[in-house]
T-cell receptor, first 114, second 118 residues
Framework: NAGVTQTPKFRILKIGQSMTLQCTQD?????MYWYRQDPGMGLKLIYY???????DKGEVPNGYNVSRSTTEDFPLRLELAAPSQTSVYFC?????????????FGPGTRLTVT | AQKVTQAQTEISVVEKEDVTLDCVYE???????LFWYKQPPSGELVFLIR??????QNEISGRYSWNFQKSTSSFNFTITASQVVDSAVYFC???????????????FGKGTKLSVIP
């Protein structure tokens, strides 16, 4: 199993550009999450999804959008990139069934907006 | 609202010393889950342990041990006989267990950077 995969690993954007961060999991998990990690800080939740077709905002959703058309994929969209969105982005998934509650994380995407 | 505090920003120890990383949490729920994750210099997040609010037994896994005390809302992590490979940022996190239609999201502390000096 590949677990949670994210692409790209690194990206540099110019202010105002758009991009989509891809996230795929092969564990058939219902729950998926997007976090951002700023330097010296813990992770903060951007958006989450409890299943295909269902998404909701986390703590820091402004400037981002998500969709969940399949169980496996949970892309994160940045429409108008701003320097404040320079961060490392982590996707995660969890299987709520059986009360496991552990979140499995992808390797992260390092994004720089200049 | 839930909150996790890791008061120690950075810790340096000499190899083979024991070190304890502190974690204090706040939650109004009676059902919740506490986690520790390790983030080595390579950047990935490595799951170390999960503990639910109904299980206050301490746990030992090799050189790692965890002390969960509900009375003080703490979930501290001790590394015995530290090694250079233990150098990493360690995050404590909290998930509330019953949030209705909620997310079971993780609330992270800011992390403690541990440096083990050879």
């Amino acid at each position: 199993n590949a677990g949670v995969t994210q692409t790209p690993k690194f990206r540099i954007l110019k202010i105002g550009q758009s991009m989509t961060l891809q996230c795929t999991q092969d564990m058939n998990h219902n729950y998926m999450y997007w976090y951002r990690q700023d330097p010296g800080m813990g992770l903060k939740l951007i958006y989450y999804s409890v299943g295909a077709g269902i998404t909701d905002k986390g703590e820091v959703p402004n400037g981002y959008n998500v969709s969940r058309s399949t169980t496996e994929d949970f892309p994160l969209r940045l429409e108008l990139a701003a320097p404040s969105q320079t961060s490392v982005y982590f996707c995660a998934s969890s299987d709520i069934a059986g009360a496991l509650y552990e979140q499995y994380f992808g390797p992260g995407t390092r994004l720089t907006v200049t | 609202a839930q909150k996790v505090t890791q008061a120690q920003t950075e810790i340096s120890v000499v190899e083979k010393e024991d070190v304890t990383l502190d974690c204090v949490y706040e939650t109004r729920d009676t059902t919740y889950y506490l986690f520790w994750y390790k983030q080595p210099p390579s950047g990935e997040l490595v799951f170390l342990i999960r503990r639910n609010s109904f299980d206050e037994q301490n746990e030992i896994s090799g050189r790692y041990s965890w002390n969960f005390q509900k009375s003080t809302s703490s979930f501290n992590f001790t590394i015995t006989a530290s090694q250079v490979v233990d150098s990493a940022v360690y995050f404590c996190a909290l998930s509330e267990g019953d949030s209705g239609a909620g997310s079971y999201q993780l609330t992270f502390g800011k992390g403690t950077k541990l440096s083990v000096i050879p």
